[in-house]
């Protein structure tokens, strides 16, 4: 666990229904998606991720089920730091349930100022000036198998 750094994209998928449905709807095989933004000495590493109860600080530690981490190739320090900030600014605002809604509608429904999780990721990204997509996709409809498939992106551990 010890080559991980900030900036690094965390993915994970458990046998949780919300899981399963989200891995159905997605047509992927991962459910969630987050950053590590640090490490405290005796805590080890922190991450940041949408979750219902909103955009929040965990633990690596506390993700269940079955979690692989991911760097983006070619990432810059200032990239890396751009893209650790802009999700710790977004800390304590609301999940974005109409956004999550968006993949059951397929219509865009959702809230600026709320995030899902592959939403918060992809647009962290972006406010980094690393578009993974190349203009391809929005972030209100990337998924966290979107994210985990791109070729920018490489496995470097799992838990």
Known sequence: ME???????????????????????????????????????????????????????????????????????????????????????????QYDIWGFLDFFCMKKIQREDRWFCSELIYRGLLNSGIDIFKNKKTPNFVTPGDLYENPSLKMIGEL
């Open 3 to 93: 080559s991980f750094q900030p900036g690094d994209i965390v993915f994970s998928k458990d046998k949780s229904l919300t899981s399963s449905i989200i891995q159905w709807r997605t047509m992927s095989q991962w459910s969630h998606v987050g950053v590590i933004v640090g490490k405290k000495k005796d805590n080890g590493w922190k991450t940041i991720s949408a979750r219902g109860k909103g955009v929040v600080y965990e633990r690596l530690l506390d993700w269940t089920g079955y979690i692989q981490i991911l760097r983006v190739n070619d990432i810059t320090e200032q990239q890396r730091e751009n893209f650790v900030n802009f999700c710790i600014e977004q800390v304590g605002k």
